[in-house]
Every structure is written in C-alpha cells, then in structure tokens.
C-alpha cells in the first residue's frame, strides 16, 4: 500500500477542526471579545504547553480518550508556536 502523506495529513486535519471548534473554542474562547488566553502568551509559553502533554504522555492516568485529545493539543499548541515564532522572529512562512 502506497504512503499517502497528504491524506493522512487532511484527515488528521479534519479532527483538528473537529477539536478547535468542539472543545477548544467552547472551553477557552470568551464571547464578548472573541479572546483567548493563548493569545497573549510568548512562543516559550506554547513550548512549555507542548511538554507539559508530552510528559504525561504514556502515565494512563487521563485514560486513553484524553490521552489521544492531548495529541491533538500538542499539535494545536505547535500552530500557536509556529505562528508566535514568525511573530518574534519576523519571519514569514516557509514555503
């Protein structure tokens, strides 16, 4: 079977929509200013985020459902990252 990167890549994609627009935007994003709290962190501060699920990573504590969302996590704190690293380093995007 031949490797699909891009495919995989869009359907992971899918449930990162599916994650931002279940969970994350109900759970951190106010109303009234279309605010959250990740925008005033620094680039190091999404890093932290980003250890933090990976350290907890393989304790089974959560249970494997929240164990699988904290990848999600990782990966929607890794655009926050990449977009607050541009920022401080005023770049633009790779490619």
């Known amino acids: 079977m031949p490797l699909d990167r891009l ?3 869009d359907k992971f994609s899918e449930q990162m ?3 931002i627009e279940i969970y994350t935007i109900p759970q ?3 109303d009234d200013d279309k605010s959250d709290q990740v925008g005033a962190w620094t680039y190091e501060d999404c ?3 980003i250890m933090k699920y990976v350290s907890r990573m393989g ?3 959560r249970g494997l459902f929240e164990s699988q969302r904290d990848i999600l996590k990782i990966a ?3 655009q926050f ?3 607050k690293f541009k920022e ?3 770049t633009e995007d790779i490619y």
């Open 7 to 9: 495919g995989d890549w």
């Open 17 to 19: 929509r599916k994650h």
């Open 28 to 30: 951190y994003q106010s």
């Open 47 to 49: 890093m932290k985020a």
């Open 59 to 61: 304790k089974g504590s």
């Open 76 to 78: 929607h704190y890794a």
């Open 81 to 83: 990252a990449y977009n």
């Open 88 to 90: 401080m380093y005023k």
